[in-house]
């Protein structure tokens, strides 16, 4: 089944504001700039869509949905970019992960392109 991903949202950095540059778009082909350095603080939170990309605000101003009505699913991990380390050799440390959550692991052999 071909997934979408919500373009209306992205990741975002978090400093001294919560929701603050950089905008960290969750699709290929975006116009999102710039190299992420050590100490800086992001979040990942990608909207899944089974059907269109495209979604909604119902008019509470917070709940949004698919315009097709399909099932979408959404998940968000705080991520802090570290120093490549001998002890921390992926250069990030998730900061919200769960104890025993298992993690993602970067594959270049699995894109699909």
Known sequence: RKCSVVRTYCGHGI????????????YAKNKAKGVM???????????????????????????AVTMDGMCSAQFEHTVLVTEITEENRKGYEILT????????????ALLQR
């Open 15 to 26: 400093g001294e504001l919560f929701h603050t540059v950089p905008n960290v778009p969750h």
């Open 37 to 63: 350095q050590p100490g800086h603080i992001f979040t990942v939170e990608p909207m899944i869509n089974v059907g269109t990309y495209r979604d909604q605000t119902w008019p509470d101003n917070w709940t």
């Open 97 to 108: 992960m769960r104890e025993n959550e298992p993690e993602m692991v970067w594959d270049a």
